[in-house]
């Protein structure tokens, strides 16, 4: 069965960068490209940006370009999304998902990151 | 971008009521819309793709229609388990944004 496996929940610091990872199983990994999606405590969804894992081309939402950095490893069959410079208003909850035509079919289990100053 | 506005923001319902939820572009997106629930702590659960093509699984209570630029989402026979949070979301063109939410509590 399809499952997207991500890192654990981050502490981290005003200015510092967290990495989060996601694994998936049940399909080949280059089959389908990854987005990322966040959600800040008790609110919507937000839409971050996306690789094609066979290429590694990226795409990103404006609001994220140049801070946010999405990349693959074909041999670990993992995607990672990095956040750098992390204020308060980056803590929230980390999604991967498997993109199927657009639609986001299979999602991970949410990865937490708590910015504290 | 394309704005996804979802209404209403929370909505107040019984057990065995019929719900209907909407999502309006700002510009046409033919029926590239998807809905997911939501439940307290978890991830999205994909329900309709393609504006009204059931996930396989999804109960047949649920259903979508539109087309352009207005979308619904409708709940029959609300089950207890349906109390939950849904979102729309475009899979038109990137960025893919999504509605704000609605969140389906029981009356």
């Known amino acids: 069965q399809v499952q997207l496996m991500q890192s654990g929940a981050e502490v981290k610091r005003s200015g510092a960068s967290v990495k989060v990872s996601c694994k998936p199983s049940g399909y080949t990994f280059t089959g389908y490209a990854i987005h990322w999606v966040r959600q800040a405590p008790g609110q919507g969804l937000e839409w971050m940006g996306w690789?094609?894992?066979?290429?590694?081309?990226?795409k990103y939402s404006q609001k994220f370009q140049g801070r946010v950095t999405i990349t693959r490893d074909i041999s670990a069959s993992t995607a990672y999304m990095e956040v750098e410079s992390l204020t308060s208003e980056d803590t929230a909850v980390y999604y991967c998902?498997?993109?199927?035509?657009?639609?986001?079919?299979?999602w991970g289990q949410g990865t937490l990151v708590t910015v504290s100053s | 971008d394309i704005q996804m506005t979802q209404s209403p923001t929370t909505l107040s319902a019984s057990v065995g009521d019929s719900v209907t939820i909407t999502c309006r572009a700002s510009q046409y997106i033919n029926n590239y819309v998807v809905w997911y629930q939501q439940k307290p702590g978890k991830a999205p659960n994909l329900l309709i793709y393609?504006?009204?093509t059931l996930k396989s699984g999804v109960p047949s209570r649920f259903s979508g229609s539109g087309s352009g630029t207005d979308f619904t989402l409708t709940i029959s026979s609300l089950q207890p388990e349906d109390f939950a949070t849904y979102y729309c979301?475009?899979?038109?063109?990137?960025?893919?944004?999504f509605g704000q939410g609605t969140k389906v509590e029981i009356k």
């Open positions: 690789i094609n894992p066979v290429n590694g081309n990226t």
């Open positions: 998902a498997r993109d199927w035509t657009g639609t986001f079919d299979f």
């Open positions: 393609g504006a009204s």
């Open positions: 979301q475009q899979s038109h063109s990137t960025p893919r944004t």
